[in-house]
């Protein structure tokens, strides 16, 4: 083994170790709880998870729901939604007036290509904005429309952006990701609003999470497993949900600066 890969090895030992956990918290049930980004990675584990704990899934995808087909189970819907296309929503209504939601677990997101092609020489602007649009503008159109179904939005007790530290303008210390830190830091500043709206309005708890190095399509090279890190958000959201309105946390419940 070569020294780079044994180093690995050894930051993929700390990092892992700080997740253990013997119990996890899982206090979420009967809970009508809409997932975005859910046919792979974080979403995926989050709705198997969630649905395991007895809760109705309102699943969204991008273009294939190839792994949502294969659970089996009456209390998983789901629905097309491109989030570059916020503007095609009708079928996601459809399904939010069916099931007005108590939770939304906002996952869908994209890195936005290479960090060569986030330089700024390299930077394609269209390709910035759909990015801008899946990671950041669609949870205030999907909110717009709980909101203009308003019924839904006194249902709704938590809202959880999946975020990433990249988008912590304090953390930056490298320069790199144009796209995606941009679009990261978009939608902690959305998240910092609702968490003052929202909450005056309808008492709904909205913060942030930083997943941290998760095993998925976008780092395959993960630490840690998407299903542990379900385990950890669900864990989160179980416990005292209440303090977390208006903060940016990681996976253990720790603040990062925006
Ligand atoms: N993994 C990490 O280490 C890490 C670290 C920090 C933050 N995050 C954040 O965690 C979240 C989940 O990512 P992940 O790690 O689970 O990666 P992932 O497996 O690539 O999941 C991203 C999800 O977003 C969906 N998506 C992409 N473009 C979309 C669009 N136009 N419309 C609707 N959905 C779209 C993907 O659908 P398809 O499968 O159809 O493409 C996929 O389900 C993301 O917001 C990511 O930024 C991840």
Redesign the pocket.
């Given at each position: 083994m070569g020294l780079r890969k044994i180093k690995n090895v050894i930051k993929k030992f700390f990092y892992t170790r700080k997740f253990l956990k013997k119990n996890y918290l899982a206090n979420i049930n009967n809970k009508n709880i809409l997932i975005?980004?859910?046919?792979?990675?974080?979403?995926?584990a989050l709705t198997k998870k969630i649905l395991s704990l007895n809760n109705k899934v309102l699943a969204?995808?991008?273009?294939?729901s190839e792994n949502l087909k294969y659970i089996k189970d009456k209390n998983l819907t789901f629905v097309k939604?491109?989030?570059?296309n916020i503007n095609e929503f009708e079928d996601l209504e459809e399904k939010i007036k069916e099931n007005p939601i108590d939770l939304i677990l906002n996952?869908?997101?994209?890195?936005g290509g290479p960090f060569e092609d986030q330089q700024i020489e390299k930077l394609d602007f269209k390709k910035f904005q759909?990015v801008l649009?899946?990671?950041s503008f669609?949870i205030l159109k999907i909110m717009q429309i709980i909101l203009d179904n308003g019924l839904s939005a006194k249902n709704l007790k938590v809202l959880v952006n999946?975020?990433?530290?990249?988008g912590s303008i304090e953390l930056n210390n490298q320069g790199n990701a144009y796209i995606?830190r941009a679009s990261?830091t978009v939608l902690n500043s959305i998240t910092k609003n609702m968490s003052i709206d929202l909450n005056a309005r309808f008492k709904t708890i909205v913060f942030a999470i930083?997943?941290?190095?998760?095993?998925?399509?976008?780092?395959p090279s993960?630490h840690i497993e998407?299903e542990v890190c379900a385990n950890l958000i669900i864990d989160l959201i179980s416990s005292n949900v209440k303090s977390f309105n208006g903060k940016f946390i990681n996976l253990l419940g720790e603040e990062i600066p925006w």
């Open positions: 975005t980004g859910a046919n792979s990675g974080i979403g995926l969204t995808y991008r273009e294939s939604y491109d989030q570059r996952c869908a997101g994209v890195f759909e649009m899946v990671n669609s999946i975020s990433s530290d990249a995606y990261k930083d997943p941290g190095n998760v095993q998925s399509g976008m780092n993960g998407s």
